[in-house]
């Protein structure tokens, strides 16, 4: 295998890692903002919301606990976490080619 190749695959393995932790790290942080009861008339909190929103469209009411702030830990939470583990054995499988 030559260096070139190698390093492409490095390469590429660093950006799918780093996209994989930024979109979990965007999903923590709306966590946290849900949790503190940030001001959602806040330009900021309502950016982090709608990406977080979107990021997660397929997990946010994926369970029915009686307490919201159950729900959105868990629905997001799970979303950032599948989003880590995914990210980074693709990362980790680019790695070794």
């Not at 159950?70 to 629905?75: D, E, Q, T």
């Amino acid at each position: 295998m030559s260096p070139t190749r190698h390093s492409h695959g490095s390469t590429a393995a660093r950006v799918i890692a780093l996209v994989a932790d930024i979109m979990a790290a965007i999903l923590g942080l709306w966590i946290l903002m849900y949790l503190l009861d940030a001001n959602r008339a806040n330009d900021l909190v309502q950016f982090i919301h709608d990406v977080a929103r979107w990021l997660a469209g397929w997990s946010h009411d994926l369970f029915t606990f009686d307490e919201k702030w159950a729900r959105v830990v868990a629905g997001y939470g799970l979303a950032a976490v599948v989003y880590l583990l995914v990210g980074h054995a693709i990362a980790g499988r680019l790695r070794r080619y």
